[in-house]
């Protein structure tokens, strides 16, 4: 069985071939903390132990390990963010094959050539036996096959395209900005550029700060929901210790995005020449329309989908 994995740093987006053919994809965060927390007895496996290293799966603890850097992606904790992603599918721990990605700027090095060696470091982290506190079987990875993170994305567009004509994929995710220009039917990779620091994170952070600020402590986790529910007002007044810190928290949410608008559209400023655009991952909704304002080509040629950010793993499903 083949099972294709975007481990992002903020979520793990999971698809797989399901019964009678169904395709079936999650997302599952990442925060983890290190040591073990208390079992409540249910069917749960949050407890995790790697190379003697102990971690636990906890979504609201506002000391969970950071997971915005690029060392994240070969960590120990993202080996054990992929196992427990893959436990939360539901299919019976068993061998696998598994497909992962990597950000275009540990994907390529700077010639644009594929960086081996960080493919090898991603493979063999990943290879490290990881175990559970009820001491469960875990799946187990036979093949490991290491894609970059945007480019699948746009496989279905690209190969309706001719090969005169480029497609522009951004990745907007939680902690990188991925931008890549393709040419049609896949026959050369354009350009890329990999912004390993500038991703909705920089939203989470200030959010956090202005959190703080209201008593309010949050995770990255729950600091990123306030930025999905920052048009609801009753999600705020139900999360915000201090009521009068509310608008100061929106204020600083709709700042801090029109910053993040602005170093995007600035490092979209040396591609050129693409004939159509697409925006992927999950920052799509706070910055599309400036793309596309920005980069203007026809209408028709512009794609946001409804659900972001699955199209990459949507893509390596897609790629096999
Ligand atoms: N509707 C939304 N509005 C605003 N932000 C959103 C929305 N949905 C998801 N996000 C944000 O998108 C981020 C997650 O996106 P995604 O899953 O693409 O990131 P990732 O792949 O884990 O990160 P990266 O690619 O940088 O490693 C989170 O910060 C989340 O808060
Ligand atoms: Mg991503």
């Known amino acids: 069985m083949k099972i294709y994995v975007d481990d992002g740093s903020t979520s793990i987006k999971v698809k797989w071939d399901g019964e009678e053919g169904v395709e079936k994809k999650i997302a599952v965060?990442?925060?983890?903390?290190?040591?073990?927390?208390?079992?409540?007895?249910?069917?749960n496996i949050v407890n995790y132990d790697i190379d003697g290293e102990k971690?636990?799966?906890?979504?609201?603890?506002?000391?969970?390990?950071?997971?915005?850097?690029?060392?994240?992606?070969?960590?120990?904790?993202?080996?054990?963010?992929?196992?427990?992603a893959l436990l939360k599918t539901g299919i019976e721990p068993k061998t696998i094959d598994i497909v992962v990605t990597l950000p275009l700027s540990e994907y390529y090095d700077t010639n644009k050539q594929v960086n081996k060696e960080n493919v090898q470091r991603k493979k063999s982290g990943l290879m490290r036996r990881v175990s559970n506190s009820k001491e469960t079987q875990m799946f187990k990875l036979n093949s490991i096959t290491v894609r970059p993170e945007s480019i699948p994305?746009?496989?279905?567009?690209?190969?309706?395209?001719?090969?005169?004509?480029?497609?522009?994929?951004?990745?907007?995710?939680?902690?990188?900005?991925?931008?890549?220009?393709?040419?049609?039917?896949?026959?050369?990779?354009?350009?890329?550029y990999g912004d390993p620091h500038t991703g909705v994170s920089l939203i989470t952070e200030e959010a956090k700060n202005a959190l703080i600020e209201a008593k309010t402590y949050a995770s990255n986790h729950m600091a990123d929901l306030f930025?999905?529910?920052?048009?609801?007002?009753?999600?705020?007044?139900?999360?915000?210790?201090?009521?009068?810190?509310?608008?100061?928290?929106?204020?600083?949410i709709e700042s801090a995005n029109r910053r993040l608008n602005e170093r995007i559209?600035?490092?979209?400023?040396?591609?050129?020449?693409?004939?159509?655009?697409?925006?992927?991952?999950?920052?799509?909704?706070?910055?599309?329309?400036?793309?596309?304002?920005?980069?203007?080509?026809?209408?028709?040629?512009?794609?946001?989908?409804?659900?972001?950010?699955?199209?990459?793993?949507?893509?390596?499903?897609?790629?096999g």
């Open 55 to 84: 971690y636990s799966f906890d979504r609201h603890d506002s000391t969970a390990l950071n997971t915005n850097n690029i060392e994240w992606q070969y960590s120990a904790a993202n080996t054990i963010a992929i196992h427990h």
């Open 153 to 192: 994305a746009g496989f279905e567009i690209l190969s309706e395209m001719d090969i005169n004509q480029s497609l522009l994929i951004v990745d907007i995710g939680g902690t990188t900005l991925d931008i890549s220009q393709i040419s049609g039917q896949m026959t050369d990779v354009i350009n890329i």
């Open 265 to 319: 559209i600035n490092s979209i400023r040396q591609f050129k020449g693409y004939s159509h655009v697409m925006v992927i991952g999950g920052g799509s909704e706070l910055i599309s329309q400036a793309i596309k304002d920005f980069c203007n080509v026809r209408h028709d040629r512009f794609f946001v989908s409804s659900h972001p950010q699955f199209d990459l793993v949507n893509g390596l499903f897609t790629m």
């Open 227 to 252: 930025i999905i529910n920052r048009k609801n007002h009753d999600f705020f007044d139900k999360n915000i210790n201090i009521p009068a810190k509310i608008q100061r928290v929106k204020e600083t």
């Open 29 to 43: 965060p990442t925060t983890f903390k290190r040591g073990w927390k208390a079992d409540f007895g249910n069917s």
